[in-house]
């Protein structure tokens, strides 16, 4: 299984990032095609998924 980073998180390696849940376990609406993949560098922060303001998982694609 993949490392799961959660929102808040540094990235300790640059990449893309795929959408792999909503942090507070709960489903909900599905997140728009430009969060579903996310470029991060080395040292940035893992985002809030900012259409639903809320907190998500995130997986190296």
């Known amino acids: 299984m993949a490392k799961r980073y ?3 998180d540094t990235c300790e390696a640059t990449g893309r990032y795929a959408f792999d849940g909503y ?3 709960r489903g909900g609406p599905p997140v728009t095609a430009e969060e579903r ?11 809030p998924v900012r259409s639903q303001n809320r907190g998500a998982f995130w997986t190296l694609v």
């Open 23 to 25: 942090s507070d376990g």
């Open 6 to 8: 959660k929102t808040g």
């Open 37 to 47: 993949i996310i470029p991060l560098s080395r040292g940035e922060t893992f985002p």
